[in-house]
């Protein structure tokens, strides 16, 4: 028998299958046996180790690992014994076959294989998708085959030591262990558990064992007990002091004690160990990297990088050193590279040493790029190298990273002053990314010029709103800040996102409400749910950025315009019974649940006072933010009062009184009753000042109905009653320009017959169409070219103002008005002659006619 394969076990049935199966290429090349002694399995261990081998055996387990492991020597009859633990497997047979098939076998005693440790999950899954890494894993060189000769064996109760003959021969084969990690705390636990009894036991036998106090250290460490794991590896360094041990041999007490030093930060200590052990016997890889981590974290910068340096060139050839040579040292730092770059970039970035920072750029693991990305940023830009930072963002386009360069580029663009932005976006604008339409966006905002529509079509153009970081906001704010609809960029993003935008647009940017402000008093109400929705995330956010900053009105304006489109959303989006009854737990958020009680208290303004407070109260629970708005709400008390709704009913039909009073020319008793009315409102209904609008047109105060009917057009900007005459003021004050911007409004949504027909009267009388050319409702006026007319002088005016009535005065106004549009003021103020000489284009009569 050539080979003998001998392993003890116990409870290894998470990893026996890969282990034994990966011996299956062996047994078949080479002429074995395999022997598996089971020190008292209770899991599915005997059951794999059956379906490989009939030679199991069973041993009680008596906590001595070397006396177990002879007694598989013991059932070995090979030539040669392979010792493989059950958490381990061959990687790559095949130089363990041909070691066999040749003449190899008989020029040597022992063979060395390289050992690599998975300790997390992490690596698992790195290594099953990456074999590659195995060489970045830690491990070492370890004696696992062995001539079996009668004298051959193993000793010590714990970390068994075969007493291996030499020469010894290294092979290309490689061992993964997996036994440094578990999916059972438990049954790690246990381990450690019997492993650190059994230590102290034979130290309590053996004080003086360096070996038993460096493997209690391990354990210690292992289970994450610093303190005691240094405490244990002094106590290894000083007996092998006291003993005169020649430390060159024995180099693992160096490399242990010193990642103990580090994991307990005793950085001083920590470079004076490091020191004293390279002199021992330099070409430690550890030893260097640790070396190097105490000089980083003392900031003695320029030595920590010629100690990375040095690090890393042993990294590069490792199986060429020294440490890799020892087979008593396990050299954790292999994998360390990329820390070490890491290291690097920060150390250069601390003495400026920019270029030298720039050349390690494209050698880090693209992981670890995330941690150092706005160190290399700065770096880029501190030596104005914004050509090659270009090239470098192809690279990470290339590599799925842009976004990481992009939030390193945000935080260096967030530490520049005002005068410092200009280079910075202008360095960037040739980036092959969404990211330099930003910068254009943002350098439109510096310069504080108009930029037109079709510009900000231009940078939003392949931009995907919906995914792209919060910061592309600024693209969203130039376009508010310009009065350009925002519909067609966030029209297919969802709510949050708006949110997470205007957030960023408020937290980056002064005077956001008064933006907000001037952007919904430019742009009026539509059905639209994609405006509704808008219009309600815009004025949320003005409510709660003006709170202190807007005048009464505005506030009022702006907390009106959100309860209303946010009201008529939800109806879009809720069924009447959702909304009626109240299902606030349904509904997306406490915003909606807001609105909901919002909604229900309207539908008891007027019939229920102590519901309509009730509600308003629960909607200051569910969205506290809103609570200013809704006490205006409280404190206004526009309800009736029972004693007036028995007299008049509601105040809408007081309302319908005064208008009825009005056109009947009743204007004192309208005035009358306007008193009344306006004890249950105040100056935010729009009624109010639609009515106290219609009264001054009336009597003939142009300028005063002007002011109130704009003022009823800012509190309710959809009533068409209130555009109408608006249109009609300006029409009567023969501003004919705002006249028919405002009339066109109007007529676009018009759809009482009446109305549209009157508008149309007014278009003729302005000379924009002809007399039998009517418009057609077809909510599109640009056929007219409303916007382009030339309109003709009227027909002279003349204005007579009187004293009062008599009917000589009127016999004379009568005649007039035969040929000239003629106009009767009852003079009371010198106001009113102020307004008559506004609208009149010529006086026909010399004087003040009485």
């Given at each position: ?16 299958e ?25 899991d ?5 180790a ?9 041993h009680?387990?008596?906590d ?9 020597i ?107 990690m578990?999916?059972?705390p438990?049954?790690?636990e ?8 059994i ?5 309590d ?7 038993y ?32 041990y ?9 490399v ?24 021992v ?8 990297y640790y ?101 470098y ?137 994609q ?28 907390f ?11 109806k ?13 737990s ?5 915003e ?8 229900n ?18 909607a ?13 709400m409280?404190d ?15 105040l ?31 100056d ?6 639609s ?28 009533n068409?009653?209130?555009?109408y ?22 007529y ?5 017959e ?5 508008i ?21 006026l ?54 008559g ?14």
């Amino acid at each position: 028998m050539q080979l003998s394969i001998a392993m003890m076990v116990k409870n290894e049935g998470e990893h026996l299958e890969r282990c034994l199966q990966s011996l299956v290429p062996i047994m078949e090349a080479v002429e074995s046996e395999l022997i598996i002694v089971d020190t008292g399995s209770d899991d599915n261990t005997v059951d794999i180790a059956r379906k490989y081998t009939d030679k199991v055996y069973f041993h009680q387990w008596n906590d001595h690992f070397s006396e177990i492991r002879n007694i598989t020597i013991n059932y070995s009859s090979g030539e040669w014994i392979f010792t493989i633990d059950g958490d381990e497997f061959v990687y790559n047979p095949e130089p363990i076959i041909e070691f066999f098939n040749s003449q190899l076998h008989k020029q040597y005693n022992t063979v060395l294989l390289d050992i690599r440790n998975i300790t997390t999950y992490d690596k698992q899954i790195e290594f099953e998708r990456n074999n590659d890494i195995l060489h970045k894993l830690t491990g070492q060189l370890t004696k696992k085959i062995f001539r079996n000769t009668p004298d051959f064996h193993f000793k010590g109760a714990i970390h068994n030591q075969p007493q291996a003959e030499k020469p010894y021969v290294k092979i290309d084969s490689f061992l993964v262990h997996f036994g440094y990690m578990s999916t059972d705390p438990e049954l790690m636990e246990k381990k450690f558990q019997r492993t650190a009894r059994i230590l102290k036991q034979e130290l309590d036998n053996d004080p003086w064992n360096v070996y038993y106090w460096f493997q209690l250290s391990v354990s210690y460490a292992m289970h994450k007990e610093p303190k005691k794991a240094l405490d244990c590896a002094i106590k290894a360094y000083d007996t092998a002091n006291e003993l005169n041990y020649d430390f060159s041999k024995r180099m693992y007490l160096y490399v242990h004690f010193a990642a103990m030093y580090l994991q307990n930060k005793m950085y001083q200590e920590l470079e004076n160990l490091c020191v004293e052990g390279l002199n021992v016997a330099d070409g430690y890889m550890d030893l260097y990297y640790y070396l190097a981590i105490s000089h980083f974290e003392q900031g003695k910068n320029q030595s920590a990088i010629q100690y990375f340096k040095k690090y890393l060139a042993i990294n590069e050839n490792y199986e060429d050193s020294i440490g890799y040579m020892d087979t008593t040292v396990i050299e954790k730092s292999i994998d360390s590279r990329d820390s070490a770059l890491k290291a690097l970039i920060i150390l250069y970035d601390r003495e400026e040493m920019y270029e030298d920072l720039i050349n390690l750029v494209y050698d880090i693991e693209l992981d670890t790029l995330k941690d150092v990305m706005s160190l290399i940023v700065n770096a880029y830009i501190s030596i104005g190298e914004y050509r090659e930072l270009i090239k470098y963002e192809n690279y990470l386009i290339d590599n799925n990273m842009m976004q990481d360069l992009h939030l390193a580029l945000e935080r260096y663009y967030d530490t520049l002053k005002t005068n410092n932005k200009e280079e910075f976006l202008k360095g960037l604008l040739d980036l092959n990314s969404n990211y330099s339409k930003l910068c254009k966006a943002r350098l439109y905002l510096l310069e504080q010029k108009d930029c037109d529509k079709s510009k900000i079509q231009e940078l939003i153009m392949n931009i995907d709103f919906q995914y792209a970081p919060n910061y592309y906001g600024d693209i969203i704010y130039l376009s508010l800040v310009n009065n350009i609809n925002i519909n067609f960029i966030v029209n297919s993003i969802r709510e949050n996102k708006i949110n997470e935008y205007f957030e960023f647009i408020s937290d980056n940017h002064e005077s956001v409400e008064r933006k907000i402000y001037n952007y919904l008093t430019y742009y009026r109400s539509t059905d639209r749910i994609q405006d509704l929705r808008l219009n309600k995330s815009l004025a949320k956010y003005g409510v709660i950025l003006g709170e202190t900053n807007f005048s009464e009105e505005e506030y009022q304006y702006i907390f009106f315009r959100y309860i209303k489109e946010g009201i008529h959303y939800l109806k879009n989006l809720y069924n009447d019974e959702m909304l009626s009854y109240l299902y606030t737990s349904h509904v997306k958020n406490n915003e909606e649940a807001f609105l909901i009680y919002i909604m229900n208290a309207f539908n008891y303004k007027e019939e229920d006072q102590l519901k309509y407070v009730q509600y308003l109260k629960s909607a200051i629970n569910e969205f506290p933010i809103m609570a200013k708005g809704v006490k205006l709400m409280l404190d206004r008390q526009s309800f009736i009062t029972e004693d007036n709704h028995n007299s008049h009913n509601s105040l809408n039909k007081l309302r319908f009184e005064i208008e009825d009073k009005i056109s009947q020319g009743e204007i004192t008793e309208a005035k009358r009753l306007l008193i009344e009315y306006n004890k249950y409102s105040d100056d935010h209904d729009p009624n109010l000042q639609s009515m106290k609008g219609i009264i001054a047109m009336v009597e003939g105060k142009y300028y005063k109905s002007l002011e109130l009917f704009e003022k009823a057009n800012k509190i309710d900007d959809e009533n068409l009653d209130i555009l109408y005459n608006l249109g009609y003021v300006y029409y009567m004050l023969n501003d004919y320009t705002n006249a028919v911007t405002i009339l066109k409004k109007c007529y676009k949504y018009a759809e009482d017959e009446e109305l549209i027909k009157d508008i149309n009267g007014l278009f003729v009388e302005m000379k924009v169409i002809e007399d039998n050319e009517p418009l057609e409702n077809t909510n599109d006026l640009s056929q007219h070219k409303l916007t382009d007319v030339d309109f003709r002088k009227q027909q002279t005016k003349l204005v007579f103002f009187s004293k009062g009535d008599d009917k000589f005065s009127q016999d004379i106004i009568d005649y007039l008005s035969t040929k000239f549009d003629v106009r009767k003021i009852v003079v009371k103020d010198t106001k009113q002659i102020d307004e008559g000489m506004h609208w009149l284009i010529f006086v026909g009569l010399n004087g003040v006619m009485s």
